[in-house]
Nanobody, 119 residues
């Protein structure tokens, strides 16, 4: 099994920055892609950024040019540098990982960390 633990959320002013971090534990050798999702009150969870084991990254249009995802495979961590934060970035942010253990695929989330951006 794989477990994910996020850290780094908090309160920021519009235009400010925050960095989220996530560390994976357990059968980390099985992890393929890692990423970040977010869910704002009353809205569905949405993908923010994704990074493959090889380092290829994709971003939601709403965060392109402002957020940067990075990954350290040796340390089993994924980070999200968030710049130029806007009030609409307020949400609970979840670390995500997918992969295979044996013949069983998985797609899991951490418990989430709150990001609040004030105007």
């Amino acid at each position: 099994q794989v477990q994910l633990m996020e850290s780094g959320g908090g309160l920021a002013q519009a235009g400010g920055s925050l960095t989220l971090s996530c560390v994976a534990s357990g059968s980390t050798f099985s992890i393929n892609a890692m990423g970040w999702f977010r869910q704002a009150p009353g809205k569905q969870r949405e993908q923010v950024a994704l990074i493959t084991r090889a380092g290829g990254a994709t971003y939601a249009d709403s965060v392109k040019g402002r957020f940067t995802i990075s990954r350290d495979n040796a340390k089993n961590t994924v980070s999200l540098q968030m710049n130029s934060l806007q009030p609409e970035d307020t949400a609970v942010y979840y670390c995500n990982a997918d992969g295979w253990l044996g013949q069983r695929g998985y797609d899991i989330y951490g418990q989430g960390t709150q990001v609040t951006v004030s105007s």
